[in-house]
């Protein structure tokens, strides 16, 4: 048995096990100036121009129309 074989597994298992959980958090700018912080990447809907998001606060699923965000990115978890 080739001793490489074995460890290309276990290194395809924890590349697998490392990036399959992750959802990287999202700041949404406003236009008002408030900062919302969500659980996980936002969904936009190009039809009705609504982004979705798990508020990371509340847990509270909420939209908010896109003409009301001035930035999205991601945060350093």
Known sequence: MNKTTPLAAVIVAFLAITT???????AIKTTDGRTIVTD???Q?????GLVSYKD???GRTEQINRDKITNMSELDN
């Not at 399959?20 to 999202?26: A, D, E, T, Y």
């Not at 936009?44 to 009705?48: A, Y």
């Open 40 to 42: 996980g990447k936002p």
């Open 56 to 58: 990371a606060q509340t």
């Open 20 to 26: 399959s959980g992750c959802s990287s958090n999202q």
């Open 44 to 48: 936009i809907d190009d039809d009705t």
